[in-house]
């Protein structure tokens, strides 16, 4: 009962994340605020799974909180380069 | 005993959702970038390990349990290597970080309401 009040709780904070998600003056901002929606689902996923009492529903919760981290991590990068390629020739 | 680990665990989610409440009242109210994520990396994250450390003691079986404490130890930390790579990221592309007394904006006194 604990675990779905949690979950609700969660969602409500979710709903306040996108407000900064769409809302964010920056590139950086919106990065931040999508990375934290994921991760918030992540939570909300634990949750649902320690209500149903089943093991094999946290695998989604690790899917989206490494999935999330990625994303995140390759917009950053495509940002900061301009490209995800490498260089083809090295430099000297 | 299986009492005593449910009312920690609903003490722990209570905690991790007020925690999470203030840095995602932060994310929304702070007026920059970096003060921004430092409420949402600092609060959000342990507020996250907490609720869920609470989720693995409520559940209350232990396959589901040892999951959730190892997506806690997951979360804690991938959390603070996002938020150094972020502050880089932001940094890095000259992101100027606001300096001096701030000042919330509050409503124009000179409008009245009839």
Sequence with gaps: MIALIGAAGIAGLLVLTLLRLHAGPTLYDR????????AKAALIC???AAAAGRADFVDPAFALALGGFVLNLAILKFFRTGTLQAPMVREG | MQIILSFLG????????????????GLLRFPDFYTRLHAVRVAD????????????????????????????ALVAALGPTMSQLAANAAHAAGLAPLAGSYRAPRPDPRRRTP
């Design chain 1, 31 to 38: 990065a931040l605020a999508a990375s934290s929606v994921t």
């Design chain 1, 46 to 48: 634990a949750a649902l």
């Design chain 2, 10 to 25: 609903a003490f722990l989610i209570v905690i991790g959702l007020a925690l999470m409440a203030g840095g995602t009242l």
């Design chain 2, 45 to 72: 994250g342990l507020g996250a390990v907490l609720f869920i450390l609470g989720l693995a003691l409520v559940s209350g079986d232990g396959a589901v349990a040892l999951r959730l404490v190892l997506l806690a």
